[in-house]
C-alpha cells in the first residue's frame, strides 16, 4: 500500500501521540493501594450477582488515580473488581506517570474493562499528557500496550490532536481544554 505525503503525516503523528503516551497512564504501583469510594449513595449485592452502583457526586482514589462522575457502576467476580464504568456529566480522571508527570482525561462515559486493562472514553472524549492531547467522539486506551486509538463517531465527527515540541513537554497542551 502506498500513502499519499499527507496520509504518511497523519500516521505518523498518530504514531508519536500513541507513543508519547505509552507509558504514561498509571503510576505502577497504584494498583497495589486501596480503592477508595466516596459518594452520596451506593446499591450494590453482597454476593456478586449484580454491580455496585455508586451515585450522587461519586469520587474514586487509589493511590494517585483520582476520579470524579455522577454514577459509577462497579462489577466484580470471584472478589476482584471487573468492570467499571462511569457516566454523568463529563467523567474527570487524574493520575500521575511513574515520573510524576500528570495525565487528564475526560469524557462523558467511561469503560474500564480491568481484565483486559482497556479505557474506552465515549462521548467529548479528551486525553492529555505532558507531550499532547487527543480529543474525539471515542478515544480507546490500552494500558498493557500503551496503545491510543482515537475515532470520529461516523456522523462527522473528528479526531484532534496536538504534539508538543520537545521544548513545551511538560506544560499543558494548548488544545481544547
Given at each position: 500500500?502506498?500513502?499519499?505525503?499527507?496520509a504518511?503525516?497523519?500516521?505518523?503523528?498518530?504514531?508519536?501521540?500513541?507513543?508519547?503516551?505509552?507509558?504514561?497512564w498509571?503510576?505502577?504501583?497504584?494498583?497495589?493501594?486501596?480503592?477508595?469510594?466516596?459518594?452520596?449513595?451506593?446499591k450494590?449485592s453482597?454476593?456478586e450477582?449484580?454491580?455496585t452502583?455508586?451515585?450522587?457526586?461519586?469520587?474514586?482514589?487509589?493511590?494517585?488515580?483520582?476520579?470524579?462522575?455522577?454514577?459509577?457502576e462497579?462489577?466484580?467476580?470471584?472478589g476482584d473488581?471487573?468492570?467499571a464504568?462511569?457516566?454523568?456529566?463529563?467523567?474527570?480522571?487524574?493520575?500521575?506517570?511513574?515520573?510524576?508527570?500528570?495525565?487528564?482525561?475526560?469524557a462523558?462515559k467511561?469503560?474500564?474493562?480491568?481484565?483486559?486493562?482497556?479505557?474506552?472514553?465515549?462521548?467529548?472524549?479528551?486525553?492529555?499528557n505532558?507531550?499532547?492531547?487527543?480529543?474525539?467522539?471515542?478515544?480507546?486506551?490500552?494500558?498493557?500496550?500503551?496503545?491510543?486509538e482515537s475515532?470520529?463517531?461516523?456522523?462527522?465527527?473528528?479526531?484532534k490532536?496536538?504534539?508538543?515540541?520537545?521544548?513545551?513537554?511538560g506544560?499543558?497542551a494548548?488544545?481544547?481544554k
Amino acid at each position: 500500500m502506498t500513502l499519499r505525503p499527507a496520509a504518511s503525516l497523519v500516521l505518523l503523528a498518530f504514531a508519536l501521540v500513541a507513543s508519547a503516551a505509552a507509558p504514561a497512564w498509571a503510576r505502577s504501583t497504584d494498583r497495589s493501594k486501596p480503592i477508595n469510594v466516596d459518594a452520596g449513595n451506593q446499591k450494590g449485592s453482597t454476593d456478586e450477582s449484580a454491580p455496585t452502583v455508586f451515585s450522587g457526586g461519586v469520587h474514586i482514589t487509589q493511590g494517585t488515580l483520582d476520579i470524579k462522575s455522577s454514577v459509577a457502576e462497579l462489577t466484580v467476580r470471584n472478589g476482584d473488581p471487573t468492570r467499571a464504568v462511569f457516566t454523568g456529566n463529563q467523567v474527570v480522571m487524574k493520575q500521575e506517570m511513574d515520573d510524576g508527570a500528570p495525565v487528564t482525561a475526560r469524557a462523558d462515559k467511561v469503560d474500564y474493562d480491568l481484565t483486559t486493562e482497556i479505557i474506552v472514553f465515549i462521548g467529548n472524549a479528551y486525553m492529555e499528557n505532558p507531550r499532547g492531547s487527543t480529543s474525539g467522539p471515542r478515544i480507546t486506551y490500552n494500558m498493557k500496550t500503551g496503545q491510543i486509538e482515537s475515532s470520529g463517531d461516523g456522523s462527522g465527527g473528528r479526531v484532534k490532536t496536538t504534539i508538543l515540541p520537545k521544548s513545551a513537554q511538560g506544560r499543558p497542551a494548548q488544545g481544547k481544554k
